[in-house]
């Protein structure tokens, strides 16, 4: 009873050593990473120095010019090519499917939501717009004339040529 | 009953009889200056029911539809016009002002007692209220909107082509007008649960040309007009 209490405790002991050990050991690689990692990302919240006062950048316009944008990869949520400003979309009204319903589609002309929109997430089909997709903007968002704040260097596979092969 | 009656006779006896102390022209020029003097009162105190300020001072107005208001583009926008409460609410000619504001003593009534006294309360009645706007704006075609807004100086070059060909087929043609497609446009939306969109045509219209097709049309007139 007393020696197995004994091994039991050399045993935790062991585990704890190790644990501290790596932990100590991916903390030094963290910090010898981040300061020799290029600062390619600046930073995205808030001011560089955070109790002064910076002035804020001007914002940036939205596309309204009605086009459809082709998606970038199969699964991309299509963009919005018009104004959603001061565009309801609370539990009690959405602007949005005023004209994107099913039912509304073809008056309106506008793309129907698409048929992922009416599965719960059993995969099991409603009737109507499922409340995990109710709120459009989640996923779907209009674009600006904004530069982007990082460098992207996405290429479309299927627009691009092939590599040469080796 | 019968004191009442002693009197309304000493009223009729001294009111019919012609006046023994006071000229003519005094009775009359008094008679118009007092005239003035109580028209001025009336129209300065119906002005002052008619501010923002006056509306925004129970605070059902103020706590929900007013600030409600200060987020859309008729309190704040790039050119600084604003729409305050009576623009849109109240009519600008006198007789329908009159008539608006002997309905609003029902809005008293309500204040009295309390009818949307709590923002629960606000909410529930909401839709009720909001169909009352509608209603009312529907019937006289929006005036309200057309007080700013007029059909004869929008530039539909400067809207977008989605706009422009909507407002070609509805505003002009005067199928719909503005409230039908624009509600929610200056406070929150109530449960909109079971209410078309406004653009959407009358059960007994449906089946004729879609708005697709309608796109499509004003986007191959256009090059043909210019050339």
């Keep these: 009873m007393c020696g197995q209490g004994r091994s039991g405790l ?8 190790g644990a501290l050990s790596g932990g100590a050991l991916i903390l030094m690689c963290g910090a010898i990473y981040a300061q020799s990692a290029p600062q390619i990302v600046p930073r995205l ?24 944008v082709m998606r970038n990869y199969p699964e991309q949520p299509p963009v919005i090519p018009h104004s959603i400003e001061n565009y309801q979309l609370t539990v009690r009204a959405n602007r949005c499917l ?12 506008a793309p129907m939501i698409s048929v992922t929109h009416f599965m719960d997430r059993d995969g099991q089909v409603l009737a109507d717009v499922t409340p995990r997709r109710y709120f459009c903007t989640t996923c779907h968002v209009n674009q600006t004339d904004a530069r982007p704040l990082v460098p992207n260097t996405f290429r479309d596979m299927a627009l691009s040529p092939p590599p040469p092969r080796q | 009953m019968a004191r009442l009656k002693a009197l309304l006779l000493w009223f009729f006896g001294v009111a019919s009889r ?51 208001l200060q ?5 704040s926008n790039r050119s600084g016009v604003r729409a305050t409460c009576p623009d849109c609410h109240v009519p600008h000619d006198w007789t329908d002002k009159i008539a608006r504001k002997m309905q609003a003593s029902k809005e008293v009534w309500g204040k009295v007692f309390g009818t949307i006294s709590t923002r629960d309360k606000f909410l529930n009645h909401r839709l009720e209220l909001a169909k009352h706007e509608w209603a009312r704006m529907e019937a006289n075609d929006s005036l309200e909107c057309r007080n700013c807004h007029s059909a004869i100086a929008m530039d539909f070059t400067k809207q977008t ?19 039908d497609c624009h509600k929610g446009i200056a406070h929150e939306l109530p449960d909109m649960t079971g209410i078309e969109p406004g653009w959407q045509e009358p059960p007994e219209e449906r089946g004729r040309e879609s708005l697709i097709e309608l796109l499509r049309r004003f986007a191959t007139t256009i090059p043909a007009q210019s050339n």
């Design chain 1, 10 to 17: 050399i045993g935790f002991q062991a585990a704890l050593a």
């Design chain 1, 45 to 68: 919240t808030g001011d560089a120095a955070p109790m002064t006062n910076e002035p804020a950048p001007p914002l940036a316009r939205p596309v309204t010019d009605d086009k459809r």
């Design chain 1, 98 to 109: 005023d004209c994107h319903r099913r039912q509304y589609t073809e008056g309106s002309g």
């Design chain 2, 18 to 68: 012609p006046s023994t102390h006071f000229s003519l022209a005094f009775l009359a020029l008094g008679g118009f200056i007092c005239g003035i003097m109580f028209w001025g009162a009336f129209n300065t105190a119906l002005e002052l029911t008619n501010t923002e300020k006056f509306c925004t001072g129970c605070h059902e107005m103020h706590d929900n539809v007013y600030q409600e």
């Design chain 2, 71 to 75: 987020r859309t583009v008729h309190f």
């Design chain 2, 161 to 179: 082509s989605r706009a422009a060909a909507i407002h070609a087929k509805f505003l002009i043609s005067k199928e719909r007008t503005c409230i």
